[in-house]
């Protein structure tokens, strides 16, 4: 059930939808902002295949982004940070994991266009929990120009969940079909 939310900016909306209704990526390039079509740039991100490079990222506190061998991953791929739906499934999961305690068999990571010093100062301000790794492809913008993930009208990333095993190979790639919709899992 909906509910209304206030943001610490004030802005006041109700909880994102969440959605089941996914785009298949890499067979469909479109999504969706409400009513208005957006494209996707083709890329190479596909289950069953190694995580597109990530060697261009780079963390919140300006260290080059990595990823952690050995362990899995989840990555939380967001348009923007500075929007109410992105603010909101940020700190969600970031709540879920508070609840659960600090042991976590996957490391996590935030992927955005957002700049570094913007990434370090929504983490500030909403209290995100220490385990969530913010990466952001601002400068560099390879993984956004590789992934199949890049809106071209926008040139930011689509919304989008990749899980990865403790190899880098992706193992599932959620994309909602509208990008104001959460992926409900």
Known sequence: MAK???TLKGEVFMTPTTTQDY??????HAVTFGKTQLTLKPGILAEGEPLPCTKGLVSHDLLPGYCIPGIKKLMIVVPSLDTPVCEWQVKEYSDRLKSAGSHSNRAVYVLSMDTPFAQAR??????????IIFVSDYACRQFLDNSGLKINELSIFARALIEC???NVVTRVIVPRDITHIPAC
Do not use: A, M, V, Y
Not at 23 to 28: A, H, V
Not at 122 to 131: A, M
């Open 165 to 167: 095993d403790e190899n």
């Open 4 to 6: 209304i939310i206030q």
């Open 23 to 28: 785009i298949s990526l890499g067979q469909e």
């Open 122 to 131: 929504f983490i500030r301000e909403h209290d995100i929990h220490p385990g």
